[in-house]
């Protein structure tokens, strides 16, 4: 059994999700469940670190190569970092913790997911890490919006997600195996390229990318910010790997996946930019700025193998900042002018939330820059030169809208006094979120040592 | 007269086309999640069927499937759940009742 | 014995300028000593400068340089040259120079700004004796801006009267128009030889071309400095200035700058020949033009003004002609009876306090040594011997006949005779006319002192004409009897017609009387002098509306032009101001608001509609679908 | 090298911001007294380096360590004479924005932090030679100056600083794109290395456009210069004064270090399209400058007349030209930056910055006018005096290299359009008779007129001697042409 | 043994299925469709067995006729708020059906395009006991993983379905 010593750190996520469910019942600290599952999931980061990679386990079902080791330890960190935030929860906010034990379930979804070598694996943790984001979204079961966004995320997540395993279906039915390593044939006949394209679908819908992101602004916009900020970082994750490691395995010809990847790119970049511009709710606008980001990072995997590390090394890159801003916004409330004056009340947050913002422009030293420079160089490298030219004018747009927020922060006139939430647990987070930003950015390369990533 | 795999491929995908239909056009939101349960239930007709044809020893997609059905009665249990909870609120199951979130 | 001390001459007034420039208003005034002393002693030190040329020559007897720049493998030094045509400017310069500030004294004591006023003029005198001195075109040409600056600052120097301020920044532009030719010349000339030092630009054999480029380029700038047709219009504005600074710098030395340049550039011009005729003609337009506006003019200082111009257009005849050196002459010569004459103006007008001519008269008796002096002045001015003017522009005659340019010769006497005429208007009118004022005095002695020393320079000068050319290492010739008859008689000619018209003790015909009678046909035949009357219906009449017609072109055309000039560059920028408002910068806000107006559009596809997003879902899966198969088949 | 000097002159800066932040308002005074402080020993510092320059020695004082090996980024620090000139002026501009805005009530410790963080920017931009760490210098300064703008700066600031980042921004991602692409074609990110790489012609056009988006917004040039004018008109005096007199030149320079050396053939067949848009900018910027009715604005749209005789002497490739170039963007930044002072002293005084408002300065405050007079007369050019230098220079060069006569003959028409504007703003505003407005003031303090005159000295020491500044920016040039010839 | 599935029973199976689908979407009543969709449960338990998956068609009939169908029309009932709920008219939506058409016959076509009629049948496979020891020996991974869906499922209904208490 040295093998399920493997997935320690998954386990412990699964213990501290099962004790999270009966914590605040035991204890009567209605924060019990995030503070005992947040050391948890250090430790689990940190022993994943630890395991580093490793080849085929539980017969080649997962497999730990140094992306799947980045993405257990980002996923493991980021869970983490949220803990922290959600101890600091006053007791007035609602119960947390069932929303702690389905997070930290969708957490152990994602980092199997990220280690899925088998189809069947994959699928099922996919909606492993998926479900409990139908939850989460819809929390607050007495406020309709939230439902509804909940609902629309189901029907919309269930849809696609059927239409992919129907391709996964097609997939194994044709490969005669649902092993990655035995994808290479699917490419080959028409029936598989719809296998394949139907699989994206799926991957695309998980990672909100056009046209298949309606319902990320719905949602988000019902769904308590504090949610938003998980839901709209940690399983994208998982999912940016599986789908760097799926086009990996489906690289045939390549010809189908990279049309369909660049198209989902350009639309996304597109649509997530410009739609977000007029926004006023910071869900929404996040959400949508999550559709671009989708679009950067399918442009990546797109471009090859170093376009896949980099892929997910900017998933990473984008998920700790906006989850410390979608964080921020939860604190302060989520309209942009509930942030007016922020500079005033809290200076050194408002001064972390421009690392955070400029880090999501791509801004150097940020690690958002890094993101993006390994992005597009691997872009560039595969001769996307023009879809690399609508990349940088768009990120340009973005910088538009989300100096909205800076604008707001340090320039809005304030009219209430605003919520005077003051929790040292949510300084922890958003101070351990900034070291992140930062130093992913001007350290990056010990990290990229430590988990061997090429470009 | 031989019936195969492509009488089952075909079969599964005209059920999963007619659950398509019912995905889209109904308005009751638990017929939608019933429509959405047919195209399941036709997935996992395909992969039972190649199965069958494909890996009749491993048996591979048998397996898939029953991971399917697992997954799929435990998303239909939580959406019946959510349902339950918007009628709550809203006094309906509609979905053209719930459109308050836009743009 | 090394002789760098000449390096001080132009230095003492620069430091004087160094001292006072940075003081306050009060320290400023107490410390005019200064730069008087400073101007003193380059005098001192021009004059032995000027003996230690003595005997002259061609070379030069000192020469010190200073690398200013190291570009690429090229060094550009800037440099002093002392020479006999240097010495000679030296000596002019200074002399002039002394004299200005000296009577400054008196002429400016009652300024509370006149600590500035002295610091400007020392700076002036320091870049004159700079360019004078320079061995290269850079050093001259930066000399030469640094002039346009100081004359810029001293007509100006009344600045908060309107006319001053408008005439100062007149000035300074139109001649920095002149400049940009020069400065492209200074290109031509880098990009052709690599080096601006007189030496090796003027030995370095020039294609007629490229010489031509550059000589019209320099003489472009030239026409500017020196106020040639059609760049004079500034000088006449630029006489709202203190009138001393006016005798220095718009009479005697910058204006004379133009000149000297093109003296010195003189090879590059023989090289090509157009630009000679070319110079030519201008000289000799401008001779003629600028003559006869100054017989109409009524503000004493104008007419000086237009007499300026019309002398430096005799000296651009002696240069088209090829007579550098008669040129140069009469530049020295016309220095030192100009200056004088603008001197005795400041005279008459602090006596007069008018600088109308028409307000003033019988000033001889009042004013009797100014009158005396001028009068030297006037006479040398008309040409008269044994006064200075007479030499130098004898021997532009000589040069024009000596060259065949019957034409130009034709015309230039021309203009000698209406420059006899003027200067007999001017004479006679401020002088002789009927008193019209009664209160007069005598400028001050500091003012009269350099008067009459001038004014005997002016007198005595002409003599050494001959030694001025050995000297320079050309040849002045006395003149020949024939021409110099000939110029006489013009000379004459003039006054004489200026005494008829102007000068008869009972004066009836004056453009005035004519003006007025020539409508009344009685009236006329009423008047017994038929003769007077018809003579001078036929030739004043005539006359005043030439010379009015050609005052209206100048004020409305030449004129015009620039300032018209300046007006349609006003309504130039203000035009491109809304262009770049509207359109260019319109661009850039225009995307960001169709970034936003997209966005909006993106946004109604979000209507909120469960079924709606599974149909876009579905759809685009269905595009997908079909996409693949097409492309299957 | 015992102590990495050029690290220790562009982070200190950075110490000093965070020392200043951490003072915070509470102990403003300690906290300006330590921004002062940490900019003259920087100042100081640079000065010490200068000393110690060995003119002809090329690249000095080199600091590389690997950074990022991964994707082959490096921290490549190293300056030449062209850097040092750049560096000496923004560590000189920053120390006199700091005395300058010595008496700034809101919000000092933000205020003078951000000055610090602007100072890490500026140094840091002109002497990194690895590309990344040179692009991250270039956005640095884009977050400081957005501050200073936008919460120091007049009525439509908000809209000037968002505008002056997305511009910039716009114009550096495409830049970024170029280094990528030199990246993948050369496989060094390194500046030097690159340089004279002999790369394909159509890959440099390419590349070329690329950077030239970047440089052209920062300089500016013509059409892309509308962010200037808001963003100085809205800024107040000290960040004006250096985004004029520091920030442009980051464009012009990152032209002279990268653009011609690493793409000189894509740089020989740009030269006449950039020579164009020069004299465009010079006699356009030149156009509208006569028209305005603010001081600043003045100013500000001289500036764009001036960076076109640099852009003219970079187009003109030849040493004259470069030379010139570089002496244009260092007197640019002192007499610019001397007109910014003025008008803000100024405005400070009359609260307005109206040229029909103000008038007759000389009168009423001697020194202020004269000050202002010389300044303009600096800046139209006076021989004597900086701005000549260069414009001369780029003059000569433009007229010896394959420029169109045409487009040199217009840029020399700028001289006389900057005498124009030039002298009609000290025609209406130092002269004549003082206005209401100007009626009351008071002559500078000696606090303001600490801030000019180094600049009216630098101002006259380069004009009267070039080589002062040409001895450190000739050896430069040279090796920049040399890299162009491929050697 | 044969080479073909057994035919009659299969197009059988299959019309039911069909039938029950197509009555699915035309029904005007709820919970008739409920009943309708259970037929076809039962028609592919049916169909499973057919091709020797009885381990499925015993879960299919568990899982989906028990438990889901069950709990649909318990679903439908309780948010019915009367009898006449139940019916309600059906219009045909052209649009949904011209997708689904399409995509449907491009299912087909690729189908078609993918496998010729009449593969030989492989010989019979295991029996369900070598499927269960499979099950928990090769696919522990995912059956534990599945049964964390399961939690989660349970923790998410019984969240949204509790009480309004904070």
Not at chain 1, 234 to 242: E, F, R
Not at chain 3, 419 to 445: M, S
Not at chain 3, 531 to 560: C, N, Q
Not at chain 4, 438 to 443: K, N
Request: aromatic residues 10%; glycine residues 10%; neutral net charge.
């Amino acid at each position: 059994m040295s093998e399920l010593l493997l997935l320690t750190p998954e386990l412990l996520v699964l213990l501290g999700a099962l004790v999270a469910l009966f914590a605040d019942r035991i204890t009567g600290h209605p924060r019990a469940a995030a503070h005992i599952g947040a050391p948890l999931a250090v430790i689990a980061a940190l022993i994943a670190a630890l395991i580093g990679t490793h080849g085929g386990v539980f017969a080649g079902m997962l497999a730990l190569d140094s992306l799947a080791v980045f993405a257990r330890v980002a996923i493991a960190l980021l869970l983490a970092f949220w803990l922290r935030w959600v101890s600091g929860r006053g007791a007035g906010a609602e119960r947390s913790a069932e929303a702690v034990a389905l997070a930290m379930l969708s957490a152990v979804g994602g980092m199997l997911m990220a280690s899925a070598r088998d189809l069947i694996v994959l699928f099922i943790s996919l909606e492993l890490s998926t479900m409990p984001a139908y939850v989460l979204m819809g929390y607050r079961r007495t406020d309709a919006r939230g439902l509804e966004g909940a609902l629309k995320y189901f029907l919309l997540s269930m849809l696609t997600s059927l239409i992919m395993l129907y391709g996964l279906s097609f997939a194994y039915g044709i490969s005669g195996s649902t092993a990655y390593a035995d994808l290479g044939v699917v490419d080959a006949g028409t029936l598989g390229q719809l296998a394949i394209a139907f699989v994206l679908v799926g991957l695309f819908a998980k990672l909100s990318a056009a046209p298949f992101h309606y319902w990320t602004p719905d949602a988000y916009a019902g769904a308590p910010a504090g949610s938003v900020a998980y839901v709209s970082t940690v399983p994208k994750i998982a999912g940016v790997v599986a789908l760097v490691q799926l086009v990996a395995a489906f690289a045939g010809n390549g010809g189908t996946i990279t049309v369909v990847l660049l198209a989902g790119s350009l639309l996304s970049m597109l649509v997530g930019n410009l739609a977000a511009y007029p926004q006023t709710d910071i869900r929404r606008l996040m959400a949508y700025s999550g559709v671009a980001h989708s679009g950067y990072i399918l442009l990546a995997a797109a471009a090859g193998s170093a376009g896949g590390t980099a892929a997910v090394f900017y998933a990473v890159a984008y998920a700790v900042p906006s989850m410390a801003i979608m964080l921020l916004g939860s604190e302060e409330g989520t309209a942009l002018d509930d942030l007016a004056g922020l500079a005033a009340r809290r200076p050194a947050v408002a001064w972390a939330s421009v690392v955070w913002l400029l880090s999501l422009i791509g801004i150097p030293p940020m690690v958002g820059f890094f993101g993006k420079l390994t992005m597009f160089t691997a872009a560039l490298d595969n001769g996307l030169l023009w879809i690399v030219a609508v990349a940088v004018t768009m990120s340009v747009v973005s910088a538009g809208y989300y100096f909205k927020i800076l604008r707001s922060v340090f320039f809005g006139e304030r009219l209430d006094a605003g919520r005077a939430t003051r929790s040292t647990a949510a300084v922890i987070a958003y101070a351990a979120l900034t070291v992140v930003t930062l130093a992913l950015g001007v350290l990056a390369s010990p990290v990229l040592e430590f988990f061997g990533l090429r470009f | 007269m031989t019936v195969g795999l492509p009488h089952v491929l075909t079969l599964a995908a005209l059920l999963f086309g007619i659950g398509l239909y019912g995905a889209l056009s109904r308005k009751n939101a638990v017929h939608v999640m019933m429509s959405l349960e047919l195209m399941a239930n036709a997935v996992n007709l395909n992969l039972v069927g190649f199965s069958r044809f494909v890996t009749p020893e491993a048996m591979t997609g048998q397996f898939f499937a029953v991971f399917s059905m697992i997954v799929s009665a435990a998303e239909i249990g939580l959406g019946l759940a959510l349902v339950i909870a918007i009628y709550r609120r809203k006094r309906s199951v509609e979905l053209d009742a719930v459109q308050e979130l836009k743009g | 014995m090394s002789m760098d001390w000449v390096v001080l001459i132009p230095l003492l007034p620069a430091l004087a300028f160094t001292v006072l420039a940075p003081l306050s208003r009060a320290a400023r005034a107490r410390l005019v000593p200064v730069a008087v002393a400073a101007v003193l002693g380059s005098l001192g030190l021009s004059i032995a400068a000027f003996l230690a040329v003595w005997p002259g020559g061609h070379d030069a007897v000192w020469q010190g340089s200073f690398t200013i720049a190291h570009i690429g493998d090229r060094a550009i030094p800037l440099g002093l040259a002392l020479e006999p045509m240097s010495a000679i400017m030296l000596l002019v310069v200074t002399v002039v120079g002394a004299c200005v500030q000296v009577y400054s004294l008196g002429y400016m004591h009652r300024e509370d700004r006149i600590g500035w006023y002295y610091a400007v003029l020392s700076l002036f005198t320091a870049a004159m004796l700079a360019l004078v001195l320079s061995d290269n075109f850079l050093g001259l040409f930066m000399a030469w801006e640094v002039m346009g600056l100081c004359s810029y600052l001293l007509i100006g120097f009344w600045h908060e009267q309107e006319a001053p301020r408008l005439a100062s920044i007149k000035a300074f532009l139109t001649t920095k128009v002149g400049d940009l030719g020069f400065m492209l010349a200074l290109a031509v000339v880098y990009a052709e030889v690599g080096a601006f030092d007189f030496a090796t630009v003027l030995h370095h054999d020039w294609a007629a071309g490229t010489a031509t480029l550059v000589a019209l380029l320099m003489l472009f700038g030239a026409m500017g400095k020196s106020a040639q047709f059609p760049l004079h219009v500034w000088l006449p504005d630029a006489m709202a200035g203190p009138t001393p600074a006016s005798a220095l710098i718009h009479a005697a030395t910058m204006v004379a700058a133009g000149v000297f340049l093109v003296v010195r550039a003189f090879p590059i011009f023989e090289v090509s020949g157009i630009a000679l005729t070319i110079t030519l003609w201008v000289g000799l337009l401008t001779a003629l033009l600028a003559g006869l506006l100054a017989t109409v003019q009524h503000d004493i200082k104008k007419v000086l003004a237009y007499s300026t111009i019309s002398q430096l257009g005799f000296m651009f005849i002696a240069l088209g002609a090829g007579g550098s050196t008669a040129a140069l002459y009469h530049l020295v010569t016309h220095a030192y009876f100009k200056s004088l004459l603008f001197l005795g103006a400041g005279v008459i007008i602090h006596a007069a306090h008018t600088q109308d001519m028409r307000e003033m008269g019988g000033l001889a008796k009042k004013l009797p040594v100014t009158s005396l002096a001028f009068a030297s002045g006037s006479l040398a001015l008309a040409g008269i011997v044994p006064f200075s003017g007479f030499w130098s522009k004898d021997e532009i005659l000589t040069v024009l006949l000596h060259e065949h340019q019957y034409a130009a010769f034709a015309i230039a006497l021309l203009a000698a005779f209406i420059t006899a005429f003027y200067v007999a208007r001017l004479w006679f009118r401020v002088f002789t006319a009927p008193t019209q004022q009664k209160e007069l005095h005598e400028g001050h002695r500091s003012m009269l002192a350099p008067m009459v020393a001038l004014a005997v320079i002016t007198a005595v000068i002409g003599f050494f004409g001959p030694t001025l050319g050995d000297f320079l290492g050309h040849e002045i010739p006395w003149p020949a009897l024939g021409t110099a008859a000939i110029s006489t008689v013009a000379a004459l000619g003039g006054i004489a017609l200026g005494w008829y018209v102007y000068g008869r003790r009972t004066s009836v015909v004056n453009t005035q009387a004519i003006k007025q009678r020539f409508p009344h046909a009685y009236g006329v035949l009423a008047n017994k002098y038929y003769f007077d009357l018809t003579y001078g219906y036929f030739v004043v009449g005539g006359y005043t509306a030439l010379t009015r017609a050609l005052a209206t072109f100048d004020a409305r055309v030449v004129d015009g032009v620039v300032n018209g000039a300046a007006a349609a560059w006003r309504s130039l920028s203000a035009a491109g101001w809304t262009f770049d408002g509207r359109v260019v910068d319109g661009a850039v806000n225009g995307a960001a608001s169709a970034v936003k107006a997209a966005g909006d559009k993106v946004r109604t596809l979000q209507t909120g509609s469960v079924r709606g997003y599974q149909t876009l879902v579905a759809g685009a899966v269905v595009l997908l679908v079909i996409w693949i198969l097409v492309k299957g088949a | 090298m015992d102590l990495p000097l050029l690290t220790v002159i562009v982070f200190l800066p950075l110490l000093g911001a965070a020392v200043v932040a951490l003072l915070g308002n509470a102990q403003a005074a300690a906290g300006r007294a330590v921004a002062a402080t940490v900019a003259v020993v920087d100042l100081a510092l640079v000065a010490w380096l200068a000393m110690r320059f060995d003119v002809d020695g090329g690249m000095q004082f080199v600091e590389k360590l690997t950074w990022v090996p991964q994707v082959g980024i490096t921290y490549h620090l190293a300056i030449d004479g062209m850097s040092l000139s750049m560096v000496a002026l923004s560590a000189l501009l920053t120390v006199l924005a700091i005395v300058a805005s010595w008496k700034t009530e809101k919000n000092p410790a933000l205020w003078f932090s951000m000055l610090l963080l602007l100072e890490v920017g500026m140094n840091g931009v002109f002497v990194a030679m690895d590309f990344v760490l040179f692009y991250v210098f270039w956005e640095l300064v884009l977050v400081p100056m957005y501050f200073l703008i936008a919460t120091w700066g007049g009525p439509r600031r908000q809209y000037a600083a968002v505008k002056f980042f997305l511009y910039t921004l716009f114009g550096s991602v495409f830049m970024l794109v170029g280094i990528i692409a030199l990246y993948l074609q050369t496989g060094t990110l390194d500046i030097l290395e690159m340089a004279g790489a002999g790369l394909d012609p159509t890959f440099q056009w390419w590349v070329f456009a690329a950077f030239f988006l970047g440089f052209a917004v920062k300089v500016p040039v013509f059409p892309l210069h509308t962010w200037l004018p808001d963003a100085h008109v809205e800024a107040p005096t000290a960040a004006s004064v250096l985004l004029a007199g520091v920030l442009l030149k980051m464009g012009s320079y990152g032209f002279l270090r990268i653009s011609l050396p690493i793409l000189p053939d894509a740089a020989a067949e740009w030269s006449t399209f950039i020579a164009a848009l020069a004299a465009i900018s010079i006699v356009y910027g030149a156009a509208v400058a006569f028209a305005q009715t603010d001081m600043k604005k003045l100013v500000a749209y001289s500036s764009v007349s001036h960076m076109g005789f640099v852009m003219l002497g970079i187009a003109s490739m030849t040493p004259e030209g470069l030379n010139g170039a570089v002496a244009v963007m260092f007197s640019h930044g002192v007499v610019t930056g001397m007109l910014f002072f003025l008008v803000g002293m100024v405005y400070d005084r009359t609260h307005t910055r109206m040229i029909a408002e103000v008038s007759g300065l000389s009168a009423k405050v001697p020194v202020a006018g004269g000050l202002l007079a010389f300044a303009s007369f600096a800046s139209l050019g006076l021989p004597g005096l900086s701005g000549f230098v260069g414009e001369f220079l780029s003059l000569l060069g433009a007229w010896a290299s394959d420029i169109p006569v045409g487009w040199v003959v217009t840029s020399a028409v700028g001289v006389l359009l900057a005498a124009a504007y030039m002298l009609w703003l000290v025609q209406r505003v130092v002269l004549g008779s003082p206005s209401e407005a100007v009626a009351g003031i008071t002559d500078l303090s000696v606090r303001e007129v600490a801030v000019l005159l180094p600049l009216v000295a630098l101002t006259l020491v380069v004009g009267l001697y070039w080589d002062s500044l040409l001895r450190f920016t000739d050896p430069a040039v040279r090796s920049v042409l040399v890299m162009m010839g491929g050697a | 043994m044969s080479t073909t599935l057994p035919a009659v029973a299969f197009y059988l199976l299959a019309f039911a299925a069909l039938y029950g689908a197509i009555s699915m979407m035309s029904t005007r009543n709820v919970v008739h469709a409920t009943v309708w969709l259970l037929e076809v449960m039962l028609a592919t338990a049916g169909l499973y067995l057919v091709l020797d998956a009885e381990f499925l068609a015993l879960v299919q009939v568990l899982v989906y006729a028990g438990a889901v169908a069950v709990l649909t029309l318990f679903t439908v009932m309780l948010t019915l708020r009367r009898r006449e709920d139940a019916v309600r008219p059906f219009p045909t939506a052209w649009g949904s059906l011209a997708i689904a058409a399409l995509f449907t016959g491009a299912m087909l076509l690729a189908i078609r395009g993918f496998c010729p009629v009449g593969v030989e049948m492989p010989a019979i496979v295991p029996g369900i006991e070598a499927f269960g020891r499979e099950l928990f020996t090769t696919w522990m991974v995912p059956f534990e993983v599945a049964s964390l869906v399961l939690l989660v499922a349970l923790v998410g209904a019984v969240w949204w379905t509790g009480g309004d208490d904070r």
